[in-house]
């Protein structure tokens, strides 16, 4: 794979950074829900959660460089963002709703346009449903921003927010039935992260990070990756609730997720030369993004129950992470190979 022409707006550190975010992803999902019961797979399963919230701070950093003082600008903003993204997640969408349909026999025009509009096709696909959210936000969010205390103020709301999710899906089980987009999709539960890029996207001409706090970097990675994973383990072993233990909106994945992001913004500065293989996954990071679920399954399905790659979760978890990101990678570029680029780019989202 040979690394694309950068066009002025791209930036070849971010590229990298989205492409260890969709090894990330695509890790997560590799993990077999029962494998979640024990409790070294669950920490592990922490040091993943950064992704999420890389790609909203991606997507808020850039979206800061665009000039949106009229109403116009926004238009045009909105247009060609909603169109990157909504059309290809409809293309696919109708592609996961119709495969379900046809196993169950059974066609629900309700559940399925319920599904379509709130991310409910396919797991994964919350996310598109909550950045369309923060891209038709983006004008309120940077104005906000730029009003003193504004930052603080949608930090402050946010972990409000996160208080209402404690409460509710630690000591109400009937929180526990509502779907996974519903919980996930809502953009107010990620803001913080949309918000840092926005920030920090404004501020590119300063030194966020100064020589006496690099030192810190690295240790408040560590330490508050060992936080969220003894909240995860406090969490399944004192109120039995997997899904919260393994979600990201938890403060010790938010405090995790943002050392991340500075430990980034800190390497970048100073490393130039970055890996055309992760250039070229973040790059392919949408397209990975929208069909690696498909790939995954079948990796998982051909893979003997019985042989000593099941038996060993690390080799089990390599395995298929690295089939279904190979098989990702050479479909994707296949079609670009094949298609035209209207197709393969605006369509399918490669």
């Not at 790609?55 to 950093?61: E, K, M, V």
Request: some cysteine.
């Amino acid at each position: 794979m040979t690394m694309l022409h950068y066009p002025k707006d791209r930036d070849p550190s971010f590229d990298a950074f989205r492409g260890l975010a969709i090894i990330a992803v695509v890790a997560i999902h590799a993990i077999p829900w029962r494998s979640y019961w024990d409790y070294r797979i669950l920490v592990y399963r922490q040091l993943l959660d950064f992704a999420v919230p890389a790609f909203i701070f991606i997507s808020g950093y850039w979206s800061s460089k665009k000039t949106l003082q009229s109403f116009k600008d926004y238009k045009k903003f909105l247009a060609r963002r909603l169109a990157r993204v909504l059309i290809p997640y409809f293309f696919w969408s109708f592609i996961f709703l119709g495969r379900a349909a046809m196993k169950s026999d059974d066609i629900d025009m309700y559940g399925m346009v319920l599904k379509l509009l709130t991310g409910g096709a396919s797991f994964h696909f919350y996310f598109v449903v909550m950045i369309t959210q923060f891209y038709l936000m983006t004008p309120v969010l940077q104005y906000v921003g730029r009003r003193r205390y504004g930052n603080e103020t949608i930090f402050l709301l946010n972990i409000v927010y996160l208080s209402f999710l404690y409460h509710y899906r630690l000591h109400n089980h009937w929180f526990l039935e509502y779907p996974y987009y519903l919980v996930h999709s809502p953009f107010f539960g990620w803001t913080i992260f949309y918000q840092i890029g926005l920030w920090m996207g404004n501020n590119d001409d300063k030194n966020f990070i100064s020589r006496n706090e690099r030192i810190f970097i690295l240790p408040a990675i560590i330490v508050s990756l060992l936080v969220a994973g003894i909240e995860a383990i406090n969490i399944l072993s004192k109120y039995n609730n997997l899904e919260f233990a393994v979600c990201a909106l938890k403060y010790s994945s938010f405090l995790y997720s943002i050392c991340v992001i500075l430990g980034f913004i800190f390497i970048r500065e100073y490393f130039k030369c970055w890996p055309k293989l992760l250039i070229t996954l973040g790059n392919y990071s949408f397209g990975i993004y929208l069909i690696h679920t498909i790939i995954l399954n079948r990796v998982v399905s051909i893979i003997p129950k019985s042989n000593i790659i099941s038996s060993f979760q690390p080799l089990y978890e390599l395995t298929v992470i690295l089939m279904t990101i190979s098989i990702c990678l050479v479909v994707i570029w296949i079609s670009r190979k094949l298609l035209p680029r209207p197709i393969y780019s605006k369509v399918l989202g490669f």
